[in-house]
């Protein structure tokens, strides 16, 4: 059973740092490349980033590049999105994402088979 499952949002400062976590489980997911997306109040899930299964190589929209990082832990069957000088418009319902089996990073929605539940992330001005 494929489950993936985020943490480590919350409330923050403009300027301030987070990272989420995701915890993935299950044999073919851990061959798929992997992202973030997220979802602010009456917008489109976008794409925020996303890492190759080795994680040799990243993609990332261009509002955050250069402030987030994306890594991947196959040992530890752990995503992360490092965030860094957090801004209001970052606030957003974030989702890790998992491609089936394919190891190219994508940033379309339809190319993720496998999706968590969500985890809030709130960033005051």
């Known amino acids: 059973q494929v489950q993936l499952a985020e943490s480590g949002g919350g409330l923050a400062q403009a300027g301030d740092s987070l990272r989420l976590s995701c915890l993935f489980s299950?044999?073919?997911?851990?061959?798929?490349?992997k992202g973030w997306f997220r979802q602010a109040p009456g917008k489109e899930r976008e794409f925020v980033a996303g890492i190759t299964w080795s994680g040799g190589s990243t993609a990332y929209m261009d509002s955050v590049n250069g402030r987030f990082t994306i890594s991947v832990d196959n040992v530890k069957k752990m995503l992360y999105l490092q965030m860094n000088s957090l801004k209001s418009e970052d606030t957003a319902v974030y989702y890790c994402a998992a491609r089936d089996r394919e190891v190219d990073v994508a940033r379309g929605l339809n190319d993720y088979k496998y999706w968590g539940q969500g985890t809030q992330v709130t960033v005051s001005s």
């Open positions: 299950g044999r073919t997911i851990q061959a798929g490349a």
